[in-house]
């Protein structure tokens, strides 16, 4: 939906994505604190409303229903600003941070060209 009133150039586009972005965080926040993981903000971006998802602390494994969302992220990447054992350092697969959490919101959001593309 987010698409065609964006490329309808819906006058209240603005509001209503800032609205799903904050409804986006709220379910972040707690999907973050049941699996006891880190949530960032959600933004609205090349078609997709995503979540930031990263590890409370080192060596934490990703959450299998995190890793559906992206499994090419980033998961085991440094975070410097995680405390806990040193991390053990590999060659990054791709330099992004996002861990689009979009089981729901793919559904519901996106249009049928950007779902078949993730």
Request: proline share 8%; with cysteine.
């Amino acid at each position: 939906m987010l698409n065609a009133a964006e490329d309808a150039g819906l006058p209240s586009f603005q509001l209503r994505t800032r609205q799903a972005e904050m409804v986006a965080e709220s379910l972040g926040r707690d999907l973050a604190e049941f699996l006891d993981i880190k949530a960032g903000r959600a933004e609205w971006a090349f078609g997709i409303l995503a979540v930031d998802f990263d590890p409370k602390y080192r060596s934490q494994e990703c959450p299998l229903v995190i890793h559906k969302g992206d499994p090419g992220g980033d998961w085991d990447a440094p975070h410097e600003d995680i405390p806990g054992e040193p991390l053990v350092l590999r060659r990054p697969k791709n330099k992004k941070r996002r861990r689009p959490f979009m089981v729901w919101l793919k559904s519901h959001f996106l249009s049928k060209e950007v779902k078949e593309a993730l």
